[in-house]
């Protein structure tokens, strides 16, 4: 892969991976545009790992927060923020994700081979985005949450592993259509991203085949433009939630997936 279709495809995953208009599924309908076969789910996970990044720029002292408070209730400890609790529901809100992804892998290989399966699941994300316009959330913040509250929203973050289903417009309008308060929907979305990005990688370094360093450059200029440009798109994303304005991108998904469709129909 040539490293200026890996920085087209870098910019485009940094642009849409919080948005909610999936990332996945314009990675697939990217690579399938420019004609390219050879990155496969190892370089869209590795461009997840990029966007990381930005998660952590915004969220890194919250996180690290969690964990200490995590760490500490296993020693019987309790920091008395909630930061534990918040710790273990992020936990279980990664279960169905990591259930699919264990159990499910060779099915989600096949499904990002899809196109045409990428840009159907665009119209839907529209849909999931309407859903939440009707309770563009309540007032319950971090200590309000309850475990079941992380688990639906677990269980649309595991949908999301099919590419087109945005995971940052799922979580967000799960949590949303739970009550939770816009500015904690989104916060609980990305924190959820960061054992899910983890996790996947994990799952496909190792299926990493051939030497290295050929790929090294194209991979390295992709991931470094995913950073970069998802942390702008994730700070215009924390102000539209804030704003109540996530409902709007609905639009963009249907106008998205009905142009892919018409595209990959007419050029066979």
């Avoid at 390295?220 to 102000?239: D, Y």
Wanted: glycine share 14%; proline share 3%.
């Amino acid at each position: 892969m040539l490293w200026e279709h890996a920085l087209i495809l870098g910019v485009l995953q940094g642009l849409t991976e919080f948005l909610p208009v999936s990332s996945s599924g314009h990675l697939v309908l990217g690579q399938s545009i420019l004609g390219l076969k050879e990155p496969g789910l190892f370089f869209d996970v590795l461009l997840h790992v990029g966007t990381l990044a930005a998660v952590l720029v915004f969220y890194g002292k919250d996180l690290w927060r969690i964990a200490r408070g995590w760490c500490a209730s296993l020693a019987g400890r309790d920091s008395g923020d909630g930061a534990a609790r918040t710790g273990w529901l992020l936990i279980l809100g990664s279960v169905p994700a990591g259930i699919v992804g264990v159990f499910m892998g060779d099915l989600v290989e096949e499904m990002f081979a899809s196109p045409r399966l990428a840009a159907c699941a665009l119209l839907v994300t529209g849909g999931i985005l309407c859903l939440s316009e009707p309770r563009e959330g309540g007032d319950r913040g971090e200590a309000e949450m309850t475990a079941k509250d992380a688990l639906i929203i677990g269980v649309f973050q595991a949908f999301a592993i099919v590419p087109g289903i945005s995971r940052s417009g799922a979580t967000i309008a799960a949590a949303l259509m739970r009550g939770v308060a816009r500015e904690q929907a989104a916060r609980f979305s990305f924190l959820l991203s960061v054992p899910a990005i983890l996790g996947a990688f994990a799952l496909k370094i190792k299926d990493l085949e051939g030497p290295l360093d050929a790929r090294l450059l194209p991979y390295a200029v992709g991931a470094l433009a995913a950073a970069i440009v998802g942390a702008v798109a994730l700070g215009w994303l924390i102000r539209l939630v804030r704003g109540g304005n996530l409902a709007r991108f609905r639009y963009y998904c249907w106008g998205a997936g009905a142009l892919a469709l018409l595209y990959l129909f007419t050029t066979g």
